[in-house]
C-alpha cells in the first residue's frame, strides 16, 4: 500500500538548519505532487511547498521563501524539505503527502499523508 515516512526532524535552536525527509513507496509517484505542511498547536495545517515529482517544479508559500527548498531523489523515490534560519515560529509537526489532482495548493487534494515528524526551534 501506499506510505510516506517523514523523518530529520528534531530540536534545533534559532537560525539552525534541519532537513526532513519523506520515503514514499507503495507505488511510482510520478504523477503526483508531493506537499510537505505542518502544524503548529492550535492553528490550522499549512501548506508550505510543493514539487512535481515529473517535471520537478516547485512551489513556496510566502513565509517560507528563502529559507526552504524541497527538493526530490527519484532514485531513493524520497523528497526532502531542507529548512535554514529557522525561528521559533517554525515549530511545529512537519508532514509530507501526496496528490495526483492539479488542485496541488489545495490540502483536500492531498490522500496520502505521513505520520508527521515533530519540529522544534527553542534555545
Known amino acids: 500500500q501506499v506510505q510516506l515516512v517523514e523523518s530529520g526532524g528534531g530540536l534545533v535552536q534559532p537560525g539552525g538548519s534541519l532537513r526532513l525527509s519523506c520515503a514514499a513507496s507503495?507505488?511510482?509517484?510520478?504523477?503526483?505532487?508531493i506537499g510537505w505542511f505542518r502544524q503548529a498547536p492550535g492553528k490550522e495545517r499549512k501548506l508550505l511547498a510543493t514539487?512535481?515529482?515529473?517535471?520537478?517544479?516547485?512551489y513556496y508559500e510566502d513565509s517560507v521563501k528563502g529559507r526552504f527548498t524541497i527538493s526530490r531523489d527519484n532514485a531513493k523515490n524520497t523528497v526532502y524539505l531542507q529548512m535554514n534560519s529557522l525561528k521559533p515560529e517554525d515549530t511545529a509537526i512537519y508532514y509530507c503527502?501526496?496528490?495526483?489532482?492539479?488542485?496541488?495548493?489545495?490540502?483536500?487534494?492531498?490522500?496520502?499523508w505521513g505520520q508527521g515528524t515533530q519540529v522544534t526551534v527553542s534555545s
Open positions: 514539487i512535481n515529482w515529473s517535471s520537478g517544479s516547485t
Open positions: 507503495g507505488r511510482t509517484f510520478r504523477r503526483d505532487a
Open positions: 503527502a501526496s496528490t495526483t489532482s492539479i488542485l496541488f495548493l489545495s490540502l483536500t487534494s492531498y490522500n496520502y
